[in-house]
């Protein structure tokens, strides 16, 4: 048997789960930042090598590899983004309809 749960239990879950994730989303807002950070650092290492005619080669592939980790964590951060949007639209759903005082009829 399923054991059936109240609709607030229901809402709280739901309401817990947006908050966890956009505390997550904020941790992948501060890793993009320092990920962008971390790669204008690395291509102006890159440049400052290149104009003392030192081998770039290794620089320039750490220099990649840094560029291609961003991407995934900019792609990773709009997984985020579209599931905020899912649980806040279930949230909203979820809501209790507002108080609606004795002897009114909604609508």
């Known amino acids: 048997m399923i054991p059936v749960r109240p609709m607030g239990d229901a809402v709280m879950d739901a309401r817990s789960e947006l908050a966890r994730e956009r505390e997550v989303l904020a941790r ?51 997984l985020i983004l579209q599931r905020v949007g899912y649980l806040e639209a279930k949230s909203s759903t979820l809501a209790p309809p507002p108080d609606v005082p004795s002897g009114v009829t909604p609508g």
């Open 28 to 78: 992948a807002d501060r890793d993009v930042l320092q990920g962008r950070l971390r790669v204008q650092a690395q291509d102006r290492l890159v440049s400052d090598l290149r104009s003392r005619g030192a081998d770039v080669r290794e620089a320039e592939r750490l220099l990649r590899l840094m560029r291609e980790t961003l991407h995934q964590w900019q792609q990773h951060r709009v």
